[in-house]
């Protein structure tokens, strides 16, 4: 009787380990760390609530998306529909913080893949924890250069990165001194972390390589509580075009701070971040009127794939997608058709799938040429347009092939 106790107790226990095995590859585990506090709290709200109406549409059937990627079937085809779920993290908006939330959701969490972290020097430390254990890291809108310099084998991204971003500012003004605007003298205001440094490099070397003059650099302490000296030299040295480099509060602070103190320059180009979330147009749209800032994101037309995916964010938010939060989004498509690829939640096997990743337009959220990585993980087909504050929203208005609005220069301010 013991002996036959004893066999089904083992029967028992090796169903019971049955059934976790297939519960465990019914369900997709991806952390994702963002500030969800500080200084940088709205964005890192806004890739949340974008992540979650991914999941929205990943998770549950929504055939009127016509072609994008894992919307026309609920839960991932090739793993027998298995569900998705994202463990959030909050970074706290510090290198540290990221670091440690990367670790606990590795080896606590038991997450498959990791996906973040808005702050490029977040993104720094968050990816080398992945990298250490082996874990598929996707950045989705980090777009400091060194972050792909650093022979990580686990490291991706689809967003454009500095490289990209300095090209299109560099061809627009181009194009704007070709007109007959004066584009003499360019100034460069960065926030001193790992983003707006090597921003602030990358347009300083394609200005030179475009026989543009930077005339004024002005780099200052991220997440500071008076520009009024830094705002006081602008206005002295009189720039033609001023690109800032900042993230949503310093960007608030320099626009009140250039209204203070009467300071409109004619050209005014902010480097997505802080210029692209949705609390900047709240604060201070109507202050910024004519601020150029890059895109990939449109809204598009009522029966647009774009505009259907807008309404389901702006239901769970309030407010439009922004290009932020967009490209948060599409980074997080991006990483679970990988996945779905695989049929498997193996690091390895997602790695090579993820390397192996070729998505067309058609199949994106974002007006990117398509998704590839090369060998150092960073996508070859990102790409941009320029936008500009006309009323209470962006307008896309550069390429003139992709504007929806004309440009409207010299910048209105208030």
Not at 88 to 108: M, Y
Not at 136 to 165: C, H, M, Q, Y
């Amino acid at each position: 009787m013991k002996s036959g106790l004893k066999l089904m107790a083992l029967a028992a226990l090796s169903l019971a380990l049955g059934t976790g095995t297939i519960q465990a590859q019914n369900t997709v585990k991806i952390g994702a760390v963002y500030p969800l506090s500080g200084n940088a709290a709205s964005a890192g709200a806004s890739a949340k609530a974008a992540i979650e109406t991914a999941l929205e549409i990943i998770n549950e059937a929504h055939p009127e998306l016509g072609d994008l990627t894992l919307a026309k079937e609920a839960g991932l085809p090739n793993m027998k529909g298995a569900k998705v779920e994202v463990i959030f993290a909050d970074n706290q908006g510090t290198p540290a913080a990221g670091q440690n939330q990367a670790l606990r959701l590795i080896t606590e969490e038991k997450v498959h893949a990791l996906v973040g972290s808005y702050q490029s020097g977040i993104t720094l430390t968050a990816s080398a924890v992945a990298e250490k254990y082996g874990i598929p890291f996707l950045s989705p809108e980090s777009v400091a250069a060194n972050l792909t310099e650093r022979g990580f084998k686990w490291f991706f991204r689809t967003t454009p990165i500095a490289s990209d971003i300095a090209a299109i500012y560099m061809d627009f003004l181009k194009e704007m001194k070709a007109s007959g605007k004066k584009v003499d003298s360019i100034a460069i205001v960065n926030e001193n972390t790992e983003y707006g440094t090597s921003i602030a490099k990358v347009i300083r070397e394609a200005a030179q390589a475009a026989n543009l003059t930077v005339g004024v650099e002005i780099p200052y302490n991220a997440n500071t509580t008076d520009v009024q000296a830094q705002v006081l030299q602008l206005k002295d040295k009189n720039p033609d075009c001023v690109i800032f480099v900042s993230y949503t509060s310093d960007a608030i602070l320099y626009v009140k701070t250039m209204q203070a103190l009467g300071y409109k320059p004619p050209i005014v180009i902010g480097d997505n971040s802080g210029f692209s979330d949705a609390a900047f147009l709240k604060n201070v749209g109507s202050l910024a009127q004519g601020a150029i800032n890059r895109s990939a994101w449109d809204i598009g037309k009522p029966d647009s794939v774009t505009y259907k995916i807008n309404e389901m964010y702006k239901k769970r938010t309030g407010y439009d997608l922004d290009d932020t939060a967009g490209r948060a989004m599409q980074g997080f498509f991006t990483l679970i058709e990988a996945i779905n690829r695989a049929g498997s939640t193996d690091p390895a096997k997602i790695q090579a799938a993820l390397k192996a990743t070729d998505l067309k337009p058609n199949q994106l959220m974002m007006g990117y040429k398509g998704v590839k990585f090369d060998e150092k993980g960073n996508n070859v087909l990102a790409s941009a347009l320029l936008i500009q504050i006309q009323g209470d929203k962006y307008v896309a208005v550069w390429p003139k092939a992709s504007a929806t609005a004309p440009l409207q220069l010299p910048y209105k301010g208030w």
